[in-house]
């Protein structure tokens, strides 16, 4: 059975960091890339990064040089780096394979505000 459980979000001021860590269950992690995903109240969910097993990674545009995914194979755990937190980071982070297939967990809340 496959279970994501995201963690790592919090309250920031704008120009912080945090960082997200999702643990993976089920057979889904080696064979698939792996990414994170983001939703806004009263916008569609938006991919925002993503990581394959071999290591190709690709970033939307507005988190390209701020955001960096990763992935520790071994541990089944995908982890987002967010460093220069902007107010319209703010969302519900979520993990899943990528494209998205019925996985979601209950994601992890980001706010950056003063």
């Known amino acids: 059975q496959v279970q994501l459980v995201e963690s790592g979000g919090g309250l920031v001021q704008p120009g912080g960091s945090l960082r997200l860590s999702c643990a993976v269950s089920?057979?889904?992690?080696?064979?698939?890339?792996m990414g994170w995903y983001r939703q806004s109240p009263g916008k569609q969910r938006e991919v925002v990064a993503y990581?394959?097993?071999?290591?190709?990674?690709n970033y939307a545009n507005f988190v390209k040089g701020r955001f960096t995914i990763s992935r520790d194979n071994a541990k089944q755990t995908v982890y987002l780096q967010m460093n220069s937190l902007k107010p319209e980071d703010t969302a519900v982070y979520y993990c899943?394979?990528?494209?998205?297939?019925?996985?979601w967990g209950q994601g992890t809340q980001v706010t950056v505000s003063s």
């Open positions: 899943n394979v990528v494209p998205p297939r019925n996985y």
């Open positions: 089920g057979s889904i992690f080696d064979t698939n890339a």
């Open positions: 990581r394959s097993g071999s290591g190709i990674t």
